[in-house]
Structure formats: C-alpha cells, structure tokens
C-alpha cells in the first residue's frame, strides 16, 4: 500500500513530517507499505539525509508550491496547482496511492479533496472526526468543523460515516451514537437536533438519544454527533482548557514552593497523563465522506503524530472504509428522501 | 435592600440555601441588606435553629410547592403558583424584593422570571450570562442556554447586556467585546455570525472580532457572545473536561506510588487551584433582559455559593444594572430596526 503525505503541510514540516515518513516506513509492523513523500525536493532531502532507512520505502514526488494555513481554500486546486497538498491529493485520485496524509490546512485539504476525490455517492457533505480520548476509552465527535450550516439529514449522514469509521478503526460492532445537544429529552434543542432526533431515532438501533456536553466524558456514547460549528468549538474550547489548566497549575504550584518540592515525585504520573491526553497519538482526523482516504492532521503535529496518521491512512484503507460508508449510506436512503430534491 | 431567596431551589436545599442566607446577614459588608427567605416553614425554621443571627434580617415567607429540577418550565407559573421560585420572584414583581437568587430550574427561573418581572423594553431575548474563571481574570459568555435559535439581533443584544454586567460588575470602562466563532477573519462561520458580526463591527467600538474557543482562556475577550445552543454546550463541555481531568489525575497519580507520595506537599497548590476554579466564587448567573435582577445558581450550590449570589445581586441592584442595559438599548435601536417587524 501506498499512503502519500504532504511533506510541506504543518507547523513543523518538513523536518517533524520526513522523520514521521520515516519512522512509519522503520516499523515492521507496516512492512508492507510505502510512503510517497510530496513537496520541495531540496528540503525533503536534506531532511531524508538525516536517517538511515530502507529507501525503496520512501518515494518522492516534487511539488514547488507550499499552501499557506491562511490561504483561501476554496479554489486551492486552481491557485495551488503544483503546492505538495494539491500534488499528494492528486496522487490519490490517480491511484498512484491509497491515501493522503497532510497536517497542512484542513479547509485547504478537504477543498482538495472534494474537487479531485470527490463525494462517496449519495453523501452529501464531506465531514472531520477527531478522536477525543478519556480515561474511560474516548469518542469521536462529527462534524468538527467542515459544515457550519447544516440540515437535519447532514447529521444523520455524520452518525452514519463516524459510526463506520468507529467500527472499524476502534473495533466497536455496534458504537453506540449521542447526539450533542443541551438536554438529554427528545424535545430539547433547537429546531435542527429536534427534526434529527426524529430521523435518527427511526434510522438507528444504536441511537442511545441526546447527550450533554457535560457528560461526554463519562461513556454516554462512542460517537458524538452535532454541525461543524459546535462541533469546531468544543473540540478547540477542550483544547485550550487543557492547555490553559496545565499553564495554571504550573503557575500556581510556583507560589506554593512546599509544593514546588514534590514536582519530581510527581513527574511520572503527570508524564503518563500527558501521554493519555496527547493529540499525537490519535493519529489524525479522517475526512470522512469522500471518496478516497483523505486525512489531516493537527497543525502542531510532531513526527510521532505523523507516523500514527500514516498508521490510521492504512487501517482505513485495510478495513474498506470507503466501501462501508457507501453501503451505510445506499442502506439508509430512506432517511435522507424527504430533503433530496432540495441539495445540491 | 431585600433579597427574595427561593429557600427550596438546588440539590442541597434547603440546608446549603439557609446556611448561605444566614452567612450572607452574619458579614458586616452587606448589613444594610435583608434575605426574604421563601419556602416551606417548618424545613427552614428548623435551619434556621442551627444558626445565631440577626432575625430582623431574615423574614420567611411561606411557600408549599417545590419546582423539580425536571419540571416543564414553560407554564410554572400556572402549575406550581405556590412554588418557593414562583412566590420569590413574585416578590420581586410586587416590589417586596430588589432581586431574587436561586439555584433551582434555569428554566423555570427564567419562564416565572419573563412572564412576572417582564422585559427591559426593547429587548428581544433575555439570555443568561455565566462567568468563566481564567488565570487572567475570566471573561461572561452570554447566550449561555436561554435561547437556542436566534437571530444577528438577538446577538448584538446579548453583547449590549453582557457588556453593561462586565462594566458595572467587574468594573471594565470599556469591556472587550468578541463573538466566538470557529474563525478569527470575518467572513468566518455560520449565516447567523457573519451577519451578527457586521452588526457588531457597525455599533460597537469596543468589538475586538470574531474570538476562537481554543483562546477564550488566553484574554482575548471580557464579554464572549454566542448563541445558547453553543454557549450552553461549552460552559458544560468546560465543567465536564475539568471534572474528568480531576479524577483521571486522581486515577493516574494511584497508578504511580512514588508520586502519590507527594500529595501531601502537592496540597496547598492544589486547594489554590481549586479555590480559584471554584464555581462557587463566581455569586450566581444573572438572566440578563428581565425588568428585575434575577440570579441562577448552579443546582449543585453551597452555602458560599448562595451567599455569593446573594452579594452579586445586590451590587446588580446598587449598580442600576436594569437601567444601564435600557439606556444601552435605547441607544442602539438602530441596529435592530431592520428585524423590527418580523419580532415578537
């Protein structure tokens, strides 16, 4: 298998994207897999030269262009031809490779990825699902960002891909689905999670009904749907809490200098729950929706993060993820009938 | 001054909400004031004996019905006339109380608080305004659950409100103004927000832009205006990740002996950290709007979290809060003309 990975996307490219490269391509538990290295030949190189691995594992494909994480996404694929994004998508749709990793722009990645992959028949709207892990395991909660308006059906759609991709990347045969919501009755919420309690309550056995915010945390449900908009600012509000707290309790521990004492006693719990907190394990977020593996990574991705989005672009391309969207979504026809006439 | 407290309101009524009462008279900053103790005679008296105090500063008014948090409240009013919240905020209407606290049903405080107290005119929505504690100071997120489909207007209005609150209650001249979006350019977001932030940008100085919720904790803003469909989530989406990262640190430091030695120098920092996240400090949320100062309290509230929100109400009352926010939309009027008709 062939994953090809925008050497230039992200914060830290390309230095935290080619030691990913190589360190997925080192592992033999991926033996079997090549990685197609795209963007500017010089800079992969130099970066290349660093480590010693099996070179037939790693291709490389020039790109000369660079998106930037400000840049319009829209008609990146006419504004950015050559860029390594661009380029690293293109592969994909030419079957020159089995899936695409970039932590480059998401709006950028799935704009690309809609024009040239383009939409698994019958989805409507492509949509991101990040993993956010827990103590009690975790969940993946779509959309996250790719639609900030949506009707309805859109959410039956992301129950439906984020529970495919739930089953097959976290082994779960039956996920249990929660839509997020302000109250966990039928009746609550706005007019949008109202009609799609309805249609979500009729289409799937595994609906386990509303969720709370609050609850999240504690195992009400394995996949979390709600619109891109909320769905955006919970996962980025998480974030910067997490951040923010870690910062606090530094600060305040510095005041307390009897405290201070005990920071070495304290540092292999504190390492291990920085490692259960860490994005960098979770491999990236699936685009899901579109009709090729396409996936994005955090924009702070170090190499590890990298090589765990490789590993994930792999598992979804084994366990057929594509296919089991596109047969959920044939299954599920009925639900979205009513709304047809009216999308685009 | 007089305080209408619902005596029955919260999981840890009646004792927490008459503990807070009697410490709230027992402080000397606030002895000008007096607590209108409503609820069912014989629970508070029986309180009440626990406690000295000055008795000319507590008046009990009898009430026989309790609201259940899980009530409907659209029609309280009608169903639970007799209702500890209902005959408080009763006070308020009849001009026996400056203000009403409490920490029953947010949704039944604020459905007795609409049809009794009535709206400041010219407001469209009434919306609650919770405060969210940070290491540099905090910031108000307002539309926090009140309204879950809103309008551009509606927005702008929420900031008005919020703003005047910050001003008169954390004393800001000038409070920043941010509306939280899923972008920082202004073309960002949702169909609401890209026209809410035009309004905003038109009628307010103080307006710093569109804020992303992974910066809320980096001061960024001092008043965060949303809708209560997304204000809602992340004030619990915040209160559930602090809880669950609380207990995951507890699991893990069990894991690890070395470091659980340390819990006991780790004390003092942690009981710091923990007073300054502390909801209780915080004095209630006000529902912002009403033609009266009407305070929530989280339903899990304490004595101290009472008597906070007693305070809060009282300073609501000598600050002229109901006048500023009228006078703030007078002011304004133009920029919610265009929607006049359509409003109810």
């Given amino acids: 298998m062939r994953i090809a990975l925008d050497g230039m996307g992200g914060d830290h490219a390309p230095q935290q994207t080619v030691k990913g490269a190589v360190e997925f391509v080192r592992d033999r538990a991926y ?25 037939d594992r790693i291709d490389l494909v020039p790109a000369s262009q660079v998106v930037a994480m400000d840049e319009k996404p829209a008609r990146i694929v006419k504004t950015k031809p050559d860029s390594s994004l661009v380029k690293a998508v293109t592969l994909v749709r030419d079957k020159q490779a089995d899936g695409i990793v970039s932590a480059g722009s998401t709006g950028a990645l799935l704009a690309a990825s809609l024009f040239l992959l383009k939409r698994i028949p019958g989805v409507r709207r492509p949509a991101i699902c990040p993993y956010l892990p827990s103590e009690s395991g975790g969940f993946v909660i779509c959309d996250a960002g790719a639609n900030v308006d949506v009707r309805p059906s859109h959410l039956v759609q992301f129950a439906l891909m984020a529970s ?14 929660g839509l997020l919501n302000i109250g966990t009755e039928a009746t609550k919420g706005n007019e949008i999670t109202v009609a799609a309690h309805k249609l979500l309550r009729e289409g799937f056995e595994n609906f386990v009904g509303n969720v709370e915010a609050r609850d999240l945390f504690n195992d009400v449900a394995d996949v979390v749907v709600c619109d891109g908009f909320v769905g955006n600012i ?3 509000f998480g974030e910067g809490l997490v951040r923010h707290l870690v910062n606090w309790g530094k600060d305040t521990l510095k005041k307390h200098p ?17 490692h259960q907190l860490d994005h960098e394990e979770t491999g990236g977020w699936p685009l899901l929706g579109l009709n090729g593996i396409s996936i994005v990574c955090h924009g702070s991705s170090n190499a590890k993060a990298i090589k765990n989005a490789l590993i994930s672009a792999t598992r979804c391309v084994t366990e057929n993820l594509i296919e089991s969207i596109a047969s959920g979504i044939k299954e599920h026809l009925d639900l979205f009938k009513e709304t047809n006439e009216r999308e685009t």
């Fill in 164 to 177: 495919a991709y739930s089953q097959h990347l976290f082994g779960l045969p039956s996920p249990r689905i």
């Fill in 258 to 274: 009897i405290s201070m004492l005990s920071l070495p006693l304290m540092r292999p719990a504190l390492k291990d729950l920085g």
């Fill in 234 to 236: 919970l996962v980025k």
């Fill in 31 to 55: 033996s079997d897999h090549k990685v197609v290295l795209v963007g500017e030949p010089a800079a992969l190189e130099a970066e290349l030269r660093k480590y010693s691995y099996d070179s």
